[in-house]
């Protein structure tokens, strides 16, 4: 499959377009990856890493694409371990709905002993599906202030040379 540019419908690429509104707004751009806040039941710091284009497999990603993903997790990953302090940062590759591949994403997701207690003590697979069975949503102005304390932390660790 080839890579395109936008797929009106499409979420990861109505949020890229304008087209949908996304609280917070986007935390960091690479040249392949956009790393913003999710939308939807998973706790406040979640992120979202998906690439620029309209892609539905890792298997169809670019070269440059590719080698650049391991620092965007990396980075996305240091900055919940600075900013949230949690037990564990998971990183999930998502890109299935419910009847096709949808636009790639890697979900980075700060778990803390309080998510854990929140879910009857439920980690991995098993607290997410709990997770996206709520009606959850982070409120708008925490979602927003994450996001700025998130750009101000790459802003600072650009500057000291990626730590």
Same mark, same amino acid.
């Given at each position: 499959m080839?890579?395109?540019?936008?797929?009106?419908?499409?979420?990861?690429?109505?949020?890229?377009?304008?087209?949908? @509104?996304?609280?917070?707004?986007?935390?960091?751009?690479?040249?392949?990856? +956009?790393?913003?806040? &999710?939308l939807g039941p998973l706790n406040l710091g979640t992120l979202i890493v998906a690439p620029r284009l309209h892609v539905v497999s890792a298997a169809d990603l670019s070269v440059d694409a590719a080698e650049e993903l391991g620092q965007v997790l990396r980075d996305a990953s240091r900055m919940l371990e600075a900013l949230c302090e949690p037990e564990q940062v998971y990183v999930c590759q998502w890109s299935h709905? @419910?009847?096709?591949?949808?636009?790639?994403?890697?979900?980075?997701?700060? +778990?803390?002993?309080? &998510?854990v207690r929140a879910f009857d003590g439920r980690r991995s697979e098993q607290l997410q599906a709990a997770m996206m069975l709520t009606d959850y949503e982070a409120p708008r102005e925490e979602v927003e202030a994450f996001c700025e304390r998130a750009r101000r932390w790459f802003r600072a660790d650009a500057g000291q040379g990626g730590r």
């Open positions: 080839v890579a395109v540019n936008d797929v009106p419908g499409c979420l990861g690429c109505d949020l890229r377009a304008g087209r949908r @509104e996304l609280p917070g707004g986007v935390i960091r751009e690479t040249d392949h990856w +956009v790393v913003q806040h &999710v709905g @419910e009847s096709a591949r949808k636009h790639l994403h890697f979900v980075v997701q700060p +778990v803390t002993a309080d &998510v």
